[in-house]
Structure formats: structure tokens, C-alpha cells
């Protein structure tokens, strides 16, 4: 595997429902994102892991949990989710989180019922 | 707060054309700029990075170029082909907080046969 991964690519889910997303960066980088891309909207910045340490957490709700483990994977946890929260979720990651370039995955497509 | 804006939101031209897309900014406060591409319903590739002490890259038929001052990128490509059809994205590297990536809405192209 190169660049950046993402698990599942699609996912439905109920409300009451719990699940995991996953991302693995097999870049050496050091810092790690979750976006959020909703239809018509910008890209939102949800969270920023630098050295697995979580250095931004942009107002999102605490239905959403992210988790990094280590410098190479990051998760989003996900628990009584709203139908709005629907969105294509994207993981990125740079060499840190200044000046370089940012590579993201492919994305995975979220449906909330 | 960072503004970031694309125009035009949609473009259509044909095979062969040379075209420009737009971006503008508020903040002039940047580490750098990215344009990425996104096909439908996927992720995003990084097409170019400008960093701010910089004013144009060039990566084969697309060149970026980037003012500073006055808070302005264009994406320049040259003979347009349909498989150049996608969403084109700019996003600035935000200097002041803690290297956030902002995103413009991205210009919707079709290049038809």
C-alpha cells in the first residue's frame, strides 16, 4: 500500500449505531486530519493530530471521537449519529503541520438513516 | 477569518482550450497554497503547492501562480483535454493557526470532446 488509505469506502449506518473509520498513512509523515465534505460546503477541518497528539479540534460534536494510536493510523469513532452528519469523510496527513504539502485518501462516503 | 473564494463555481469548454481558474483569499497570513483535483465522489490529488515566498510552480500542461499582496491564485491549463474534467480545489495554508488548511468551493470543469 502507498500514500494514504482509508477504510470502509462506503459505509451506511442507523442512528443508534457504532462505527469506526479508519486511515493509515504510509508516507512517514508526522501530522494527521480528518475532513469533513458535505454536498455544496467547503471541506471542514474536523481534527489535527501532530506526533499523535491532538492539536486542534475544530467545534465538532462529540458524537464524533477521533483516536491515533500511533503516527500512522488515525480513527474516527462514531456513535448516534444524525442524518446530516452524512458527508464524505477524508483522513490526510503531511510531514508536519506547517508548510508541506497535504495527501489525502480516498475518502469515505458516510449515510447516516 | 480566512475567506477563500472560486470562481467561476462551474466552467464547460472544448477539447483544446487553454483556460484559468481562479482563487482568492482575505488573509494574506500563509504558509502556502494548494490546488488539488477531485473526481466525482472521490478524493482529492494534490496538484501544485506554492509556498508564499513563491510566485508560480509548473507541473507538465498546469501552472500556478500566486500573489501574495493581493490575496490571489490562478490555475492555468493549457490545452484541455476531457480527461482534465473534475472539481479543481485551492486551499491556503493558514499561518496562524496551527497550519490549518482552508478551503475554497472548487470550480466544477467539463471539457467536452
Known amino acids: 500500500e502507498t500514500g494514504v488509505t482509508q477504510t470502509p469506502r462506503h459505509l451506511v449506518m442507523g442512528m443508534t449505531n457504532k462505527k469506526s473509520l479508519k486511515c493509515e498513512q504510509h508516507?512517514?509523515?508526522?501530522?494527521m486530519y480528518w475532513y469533513k465534505q458535505s454536498a455544496k460546503k467547503p471541506l471542514e477541518l474536523m481534527f489535527v493530530?501532530?506526533?499523535?497528539?491532538?492539536?486542534e479540534n475544530n467545534s465538532v460534536p462529540s458524537r464524533f471521537s477521533p483516536e491515533c494510536p500511533n503516527s500512522s493510523h488515525l480513527f474516527l469513532h462514531l456513535h448516534t449519529l444524525q442524518p446530516e452528519d452524512s458527508a464524505l469523510y477524508l483522513c490526510?496527513?503531511?510531514?508536519?503541520?506547517?508548510?508541506?504539502?497535504?495527501?489525502f485518501g480516498p475518502g469515505t462516503r458516510l449515510t447516516v438513516l | 477569518k480566512q475567506e477563500v473564494t472560486q470562481i467561476p463555481a462551474a466552467l464547460s469548454v472544448p477539447e483544446g482550450e487553454n483556460l484559468v481558474l481562479n482563487c482568492s483569499f482575505t488573509?494574506?497570513?500563509?504558509?502556502?497554497l494548494q490546488w488539488f483535483r477531485q473526481d466525482p465522489g472521490k478524493g482529492l490529488t494534490s496538484l501544485l503547492l506554492?509556498?508564499?515566498?513563491?510566485r508560480e510552480q509548473t507541473s507538465g500542461r498546469l501552472n500556478a501562480s500566486l500573489d501574495k499582496s493581493s490575496g490571489r491564485s490562478t490555475l492555468y491549463i493549457a490545452a484541455s483535454q476531457p480527461g482534465d474534467s473534475a472539481t479543481y480545489l485551492c486551499?491556503?495554508?493558514?499561518?496562524?493557526?496551527?497550519?490549518?488548511?482552508?478551503f475554497g468551493q472548487g470550480t466544477e470543469l467539463s471539457v467536452k470532446p
Open positions: 508516507l512517514g509523515h508526522n501530522a
Open positions: 486551499a491556503v495554508r493558514q499561518y496562524n493557526q496551527g497550519g490549518k488548511l482552508i
Open positions: 490526510a496527513s503531511s510531514q508536519d503541520r506547517t508548510d508541506n504539502e497535504q495527501f
Open positions: 506554492i509556498q508564499s515566498s513563491q
Open positions: 493530530y501532530s506526533l499523535e497528539e491532538r492539536v
Open positions: 488573509d494574506s497570513a500563509i504558509y502556502n
